[in-house]
């Protein structure tokens, strides 16, 4: 059921939460089993809240730095 003017938070499957952080299924449940990201139980299966992915992937990302010129002090 499609709800265009509910609020409910999009929840992602176990494999599109790996797709989304380009890495493997097993490394999502890590993370979940880590509390490093959060889920939710829906009956007897695991989702990922969309804005929970965003946020790790903001918490983790590092900025870039400058490179250094070679042959500068």
């Given at each position: 059921m499609s709800c265009p003017d509910c609020k409910a938070p999009r929840l992602l499957r176990i494999p599109e939460a790996a797709d989304a952080l380009a890495?493997?299924?097993?490394?999502?449940?890590?993370?979940?089993a880590d509390g490093r990201l959060a889920s939710v139980a829906v009956a007897s299966v695991t989702r990922v809240?969309?804005?929970?992915?965003?946020?790790?992937?903001?918490?983790?990302?590092?900025?870039?730095?400058?490179?250094?010129?070679?042959?500068s002090s």
């Open positions: 890495c493997s299924r097993r490394q999502v449940y890590n993370l979940i809240r969309q804005d929970d992915v965003v946020r790790f992937i903001a918490a983790n990302t590092t900025p870039a730095r400058r490179p250094t010129k070679k042959g």
